[in-house]
């Protein structure tokens, strides 16, 4: 049964007009950056960061507002011989599939076409769990605020603390505590942003992590290494886990 | 075959059911009627186990319904507004819901034939009207042939023709023996169906009786008049 409600999800959403223009904006965005860049490491570092400004945004907004365009629907679901926990799983498995199915084909194409195998692939798992994680996060926004116009903006702020208020906040830290050695505490800020770290992640393939200086060694030092690295992709997978177990913790006992 | 006991629900300060008692038999056909914010719904969602009462414990033939979810096999139930993922076809939505319920029990598709439902089935759900959106309801809530029938302002929204089509469909099944329960405010279209009223008042039950005793006590020969007739009297005292 879980699979037959993410099923059905995902082929309703596939058909989704949003969804739909998503796909194809990233489609443009990446064959654009490839066909324009000649060094296809320029051409990686600009299309991360469209990837790590659209992607969240889109996976965060469209999850909330499906989520409660779907009240009813899911009414109708509670009231089949389901368990809950099951009908809410399959809802963010079925979200999940079609926006990073999107992800995959709008910019996974171009991607495996111009950048050479482990950079493509280090992109790839990056996208397809910032799509995770932002749906998670979405999911607990829904069930957080009752109201649709609370829940959106609540959303809306995310979003905008991750991508933006996140690095200025670290920036303003840095240039405060400029005097003492806080390299090796910036690994562990990194951590509280999956952007930050999605984007550490990838810079660090390019072999143009000099440019972030003395915290960049730090970085490269701790992330580049393999037991650092699995670090960071547990962190990232925490980050979609423990949003995603708070929401439907509460939504098997919320009433509807 | 149901028995709600002692439920109460409290939403934050507002308290929407208090200390409800209910029995209900197989063959009953339950108007459930009240002014709108008395707990209909919050009584009927507590069946269904979308809302979870605060004390209390309702009981589906004898098992707790807290524990199990899988009483809701033999529940059929027809929201007051449903809605469905906009871009599934009537045909889709349809076997959806048969995938998800996976009975092995024979269909009954008469009212997807009455409402003529299969000329559409290729039509989105996003583009129907909501009277032909609740037809798709009232087809899924029979579909299964389910013991118990849960209906919220069932014909709210059904061209007169599909109304009484409905209403014939659920004369039938509760002649089956089967349990029904109808949420309106349309009392005079209750008239033929019901056999039993259950008036809900601040979140109590006020009465719970059959209509004919109903009728009877109040002299009168008509549901709407019985319970109008009640409730003036109460007025007055």
């Not at chain 1, 111009?114 to 998670?136: D, R």
């Not at chain 1, 405060?176 to 393939?205: C, H, T």
């Not at chain 2, 033929?192 to 009728?215: A, N, Y």
Request: proline content about 3%.
């Amino acid at each position: 049964m879980f699979n037959k409600i993410q099923k059905f999800i995902l082929f309703d959403i596939l058909k989704n007009r949003i969804v739909i223009a998503y796909t194809l904006l990233l489609a443009v965005l990446a064959w654009s950056v490839f066909s324009l860049e000649d060094d296809s490491n320029k051409g990686v570092l600009t299309l991360l960061n469209i990837v790590l400004l659209t992607t969240p945004l889109v996976s965060i907004i469209f999850t909330t507002i499906y989520l409660y365009n779907s009240a009813e629907f899911i009414e109708l679901l509670l009231s089949q011989p389901v368990r809950r926990s099951k009908i809410w799983a399959g809802l963010f498995l079925g979200l999940f599939f079609s926006l990073a199915l999107s992800f995959l084909i709008g910019a996974g194409i171009p991607i495996l076409l111009f950048v050479p195998g482990k950079t493509a692939f280090i992109l790839l798992v990056m996208g397809i769990l910032i799509t995770a994680i932002f749906v998670s996060l979405g999911s607990l926004c829904t069930i957080l605020a009752r109201d649709k116009a609370r829940g959106i903006g609540i959303a809306i702020l995310l979003w905008l603390y991750f991508s933006l208020l996140f690095d200025g906040l670290v920036l303003f830290l840095l240039f405060q505590f400029a005097d003492y050695p806080i390299e090796k505490a910036m690994v562990g800020v990194s951590a509280l942003n999956p952007i930050d770290l999605a984007r550490i992640f990838i810079i660090l393939q390019l072999d143009v992590s000099a440019m972030l200086g003395y915290t960049g060694a730090i970085f490269k030092d701790f992330f580049g290494m393999g037991f650092g690295a699995i670090i960071g992709f547990l962190l990232l997978c925490m980050w979609v886990i423990i949003p995603f177990l708070i929401s439907l913790r509460k939504f098997v006992k919320k009433d509807l | 075959m149901i028995e709600i006991q002692h439920i109460s629900k409290q939403f934050g300060k507002f308290q929407v059911l208090k200390d409800v008692n209910l029995t209900c038999a197989p063959g009953q056909c339950i108007a459930l009627i009240g002014p709108n914010g008395c707990g209909k719904t919050t009584l009927i969602k507590s069946i269904l186990g979308m809302v979870i009462p605060t004390s209390g414990i309702i009981l589906f033939n004898g098992k707790n319904i807290a524990s199990d979810y899988h009483y809701r096999h033999q529940i059929g139930y027809m929201p007051q507004k449903g809605r469905y993922p906009d871009n599934m076809t009537i045909g889709q939505v349809i076997d959806m819901i048969k995938d998800i319920r996976n009975t092995k029990s024979e269909l009954d598709e008469q009212l997807i034939d009455a409402f003529r439902l299969n000329d559409i089935m290729d039509k989105k759900m996003m583009n129907l009207s909501g009277g032909t959106t609740q037809k798709v309801s009232a087809s899924l809530a029979f579909l299964f042939n389910p013991d118990v029938l849960i209906l919220d302002e069932p014909t709210a929204g059904l061209d007169p023709l599909a109304a009484e089509i409905l209403k014939e469909k659920i004369i039938t099944e509760n002649k089956k023996g089967k349990l029904i329960f109808i949420t309106s405010h349309l009392l005079s279209e209750l008239d033929d169906l019901v056999t039993d009223v259950v008036l809900m008042q601040e979140g109590d039950i006020r009465f719970h009786m059959s209509t004919s005793l109903l009728k009877e006590q109040t002299n009168t020969t008509s549901l709407a008049k019985a319970i109008t007739y009640l409730l003036k009297r109460d007025h007055v005292q």
